[in-house]
């Protein structure tokens, strides 16, 4: 069934805590090594326009290998302010990866909410048990691993790379002055978490550029690795997260033409790994919160290739 979406958060850090302590009360083998700390010191550059030798072609790869379509046909991103928190490393790094995801989606044009208590709707966890841990947060809140069919979950829950990251999205319908058109019981007006298992929201299907609905992130879970990343600095973990928070990633390992901070933890010995995010990671996310993502893919995909391909506004 569908649920209206409530003013609480989706996953309380207190459930992953107790999450995370549970799943590592089993024999430990040796301790994992933590990434390597650095100063909490942020540095905010406004990013470059692409080279003017950057084909077409290239962009295009880099938008599909970077933003996963919804179950709506839609383009996610965050519409209400982010709230991150992290926890599990030495708390140094945690503030550092917290302060980085808020910089990074403040740059990029995302909101933040900037209260001290608010309620957190990203989760960037640190742990040595990373397998442990999504079984247990599947098993008591199988929501939060994404909109999904009983033959996805294998794989949703298998942790099969350094760091990996789960959304819980949402369906929100705008009214259009006509008959409510979209199915699924999202009313216009309303934002819905998508939890049905057997069908997903539609718009009016006669026009490719319905905009009764659009879709947006409710919450982001991030788990790292600890003894997968040990040797990589906390600056490059930190914008790895932060890249992983902001937008849904199709094919993390994709290793394109154009670089990206996702490439950090991917198998590309044909280049060097970026160790923070790159002009096209900050172009891209800068385009996709610029975007109009009430089009579908097709049409949302060629809004932020324009604006990849242009620049930064001058």
């Known amino acids: 069934m569908w649920m209206q979406a409530v003013k609480v958060p989706l996953m309380a850090a207190a459930i992953l805590v107790g999450g995370l302590a549970a799943a590592q009360t089993a024999t430990p083998p040796s301790p994992a090594p933590s990434p390597t700390s650095v100063a909490p010191v942020i540095v905010t550059a406004t990013p470059k326009a692409l080279p003017p030798t950057t084909s077409t072609v290239a962009v295009k790869t880099y938008i599909r290998d970077h933003a996963a379509v919804s179950r709506t046909d839609r383009l996610a991103r965050w519409r209400e302010p982010i709230c991150p928190i992290t926890f599990g ?35 960037v966890i640190f742990s040595a048990y990373p397998q442990q841990l999504i079984n247990l947060i599947y098993k008591r809140h199988p929501l939060y691993v994404g ?21 819980a999205t949402a369906t929100r319908a705008y009214s259009t002055g006509e008959p409510d058109q979209t199915s699924g019981g999202v009313g ?55 890249m992983a928070a902001l937008s849904q990633p199709a ?12 490439d950090l933890l991917a198998h590309c010995p044909a280049q060097a790994k970026p160790e923070a995010l790159t002009t096209s990671d900050k172009l891209f996310l800068k385009a996709l919160y610029a975007a109009n993502l009430d089009l579908n893919k097709s049409f949302a995909d060629s809004s932020i290739l324009r604006q990849m391909k242009q620049g930064p506004p001058k």
């Open 89 to 123: 490393g030495p708390e140094a790094d945690n503030d550092f990866v917290t302060a980085r995801i808020k910089e990074v989606a403040a740059e990029v044009g995302a909101r933040v909410d900037s209260s001290p208590k608010c309620a957190s709707n990203v989760e």
């Open 147 to 167: 909109y999904h069919h009983a033959s996805e979950i294998k794989a949703l829950t298998t942790f099969d790379r350094p760091i990996r990251s789960w959304y």
């Open 188 to 242: 216009p007006g309303q934002r819905v978490l998508d939890e049905s298992w057997a069908q997903s929201p539609s718009g009016d299907s006669s026009s490719r550029f319905d905009a009764s609905i659009t879709s947006e992130f409710a919450n982001v879970l991030i788990i790292v690795d600890q003894k997968a990343v040990a040797g990589f600095t906390i600056g490059s973990i930190a914008d790895y997260a932060a």
């Open 251 to 262: 094919k993390p390992d994709a290793c394109g033409a154009l670089d990206s901070i996702l």
